[in-house]
């Protein structure tokens, strides 16, 4: 009898256990199944010596550095320079703009304060696949006067890339600011510190997490865009690797996906390294401001 109860108590232990926790572990099997095979089906294209999506059956079924020794033949690394410094450029003006705004309406009383916060929510409310015809239109404008801003210009790509980051950023770093006592900027008031000194010296270390969340994205963002960089850089040397990468693809009967999968993997290093570089900010830059402000 005593047998039957523990046998009772162990089936109703196991049973609770499937349905609160054992459920879980083929679940989280096949996420990683799915987010892991995509992976390793583009590498194994990479690395393959006939590379195409459709006609292998298995993974490294073959192995050969020709489709990345055929990188260098093309424009792949001027692409990748171009990228990068697009992406460099871009991450680091997102965050001193966003900072600068978001310490600005989170320390300072100012007339139209509410006015402006609310507009820059109303402008990310927009779509930007509205303002391509528009932002094509003035760069063509604006290159008449100023080239160095004009079509075919990655410093007109920046400029764009900042001008729509700006708001989403701002409302981003405003209520991680918010969570910082504004005792400290009285207390260094009290010790003669001027503005730029508690801002720069007091406030930016304290956010650090929140400058490293909004870099990272902007560069991600403007590593992986298409659209706006097709239509801005109209000259081969200028392309980013989007941009470059598609015209491998682009034909659908002349496909070089052995070359684009190998431009893949080397391209995602650099996000690779960043990502972890600053991992240990992603969790906190992204949770701290939105219990507060």
Avoid at 187 to 193: E, R
Wanted: proline fraction near 2%; include cysteine; hydrophobic fraction near 55%.
């Amino acid at each position: 009898m005593a047998d039957i109860v523990v046998d009772r108590r162990r089936g109703a232990r196991r049973a609770r256990w499937l349905a609160e926790v054992g459920w879980k572990y083929p679940l989280a099997l096949v996420v990683i199944f799915l987010a892991t095979f995509p992976l390793l089906y583009v590498v194994s294209v990479a690395v393959a010596q006939n590379s195409t999506l459709t006609g292998s059956t298995r993974l490294f079924g073959s192995f050969s550095t020709a489709n990345f020794v055929a990188l260098g033949e093309t424009s792949f690394w001027t692409w990748c320079l171009n990228t990068i410094i697009i992406g460099s450029a871009t991450a680091v003006g997102s965050v001193l703009m966003g900072a600068a705004a978001a310490y600005a309406f989170s320390r300072f009383q100012f007339r139209g304060r509410r006015f402006a916060l609310t507009s820059l929510l109303i402008v990310q409310m927009f779509p930007q696949m509205l303002a391509f015809v528009a932002i094509y239109l003035l760069l063509l404008t604006i290159g008449d006067v100023i080239p160095a801003l004009g079509i075919n210009s990655k410093l007109a790509l920046i400029a764009v890339y900042l001008g729509g980051a700006l708001g989403s950023n701002t409302f981003l770093m405003y209520g991680f600011f918010n969570t910082i006592p504004k005792s400290l900027d009285e207390a260094a008031k009290i010790d003669g510190a001027t503005h730029s000194q508690i801002y720069w010296g007091i406030i930016l270390r304290l956010v650090t997490p929140i400058l490293a969340v909004v870099g990272l994205l902007s560069f991600i963002g403007t590593f992986g865009d298409f659209i706006l960089a097709r239509i801005i850089l109209t000259q081969e040397s200028s392309w980013t690797l989007a941009v470059g990468m598609y015209q491998w693809v682009a034909s659908e009967l002349n496909a070089n996906w052995g070359l684009f999968t190998a431009g893949s993997v080397i391209a995602s290093l650099p996000i690779l390294i960043l990502f972890f570089a600053l991992q240990k900010y992603i969790v906190g830059g992204l949770t701290a401001g939105s219990v507060k402000g």
